[in-house]
């Protein structure tokens, strides 16, 4: 089986936070995952696209959210599908033309799949507690800077 292969080394808490605020991210705001996302090991931050800016309410409730999912202890599986079966399953509208046939198709629990290359915890458990450390909102545009403040090992 050829499936592309991740570009960088990636911070695995974080990058399965990422998922997860993703997927809060489209329940609460209706918008699509983040398209735009720098994902590192202290601090991170995500771009969406919407309508008006959050409000610290809903802020709130998005970082309160995170947690709770967080706080499930949701098992992080993988499985391989044909790009066409995980269509129906997944967006596949943003996977680069070179994309190999077969995906990589990552799962919190049943609260996010995602297909992705990149590297991820076994369990929410291991991630800590998400905090949002700044935002801000110009023309469409929300980002989103945020970090774990994860367990010690």
């Known amino acids: 089986m050829e499936i592309n292969q991740p570009k960088k080394e990636y ?3 974080m990058h ?3 998922h997860i605020l993703n997927q809060t991210m489209v329940r609460m705001f209706g918008c699509g995952r983040s398209m735009n996302a720098h994902i590192e090991k202290k601090k991170s931050k995500c771009d969406y696209l919407l309508a008006e800016a959050p409000t610290e309410a809903q802020i709130q409730e998005l970082t309160h ?4 999912i ?4 949701l098992p992080v599986t993988i499985d391989f599908m044909k790009k066409a079966d995980a269509s129906e399953l997944v967006d596949v509208s943003k ?3 070179d994309a190999s046939e077969t995906l990589r ?8 799949a995602c297909a992705c290359i990149g590297q991820h915890v076994e369990n929410t458990s291991e991630l800590g507690r998400f905090e949002i450390i700044s935002h801000d909102f110009e023309n469409g545009h929300w980002r989103v800077r945020f ?3 994860t367990p010690n090992p």
């Open 105 to 112: 198709i990552v799962h919190v629990g049943e609260y996010d």
């Open 70 to 73: 967080i706080d499930s202890h």
């Open 95 to 97: 996977l680069p033309a």
């Open 147 to 149: 970090k774990l403040d």
């Open 16 to 18: 399965t936070c990422e």
């Open 11 to 13: 911070c695995e808490p």
């Open 65 to 68: 959210k995170v947690n709770e």
